[in-house]
């Protein structure tokens, strides 16, 4: 996990927490005011509200925990913002 790395980007961790700039991929709700470039590239895709000023993250560890293998996904929350081609 790089500090190079895109906002958006999706990634796996053998750790059993999201490195810093990172968050787990658990499904959880965000405030759009307080990630405003993630939520510029993934919307509502996920849930939440724009009225409640809201989105959500992916929920591929839906409890917030390493799987059976040990695997986090985990999404770059704090990075480089991906120009566009």
Do not use: E, H
Not at 38 to 43: D, E
């Amino acid at each position: 996990m790089s500090p190079d790395s895109y906002i958006a980007s999706i990634g796996t961790t053998l750790a059993p927490f999201a490195p810093t700039g990172w968050l787990p991929c658990n499904g959880q709700t965000l405030q759009i005011n307080a990630y405003q470039p993630l939520y510029s590239l993934i919307g509502n895709r996920y849930g939440g509200s724009p009225t409640d000023g809201t989105f959500m993250l992916p929920a591929f560890n839906p409890d917030g925990k390493p799987d059976k293998d040990g695997r986090l996904v985990v999404i770059c929350v704090n990075g480089i913002y991906p120009a566009r081609p």
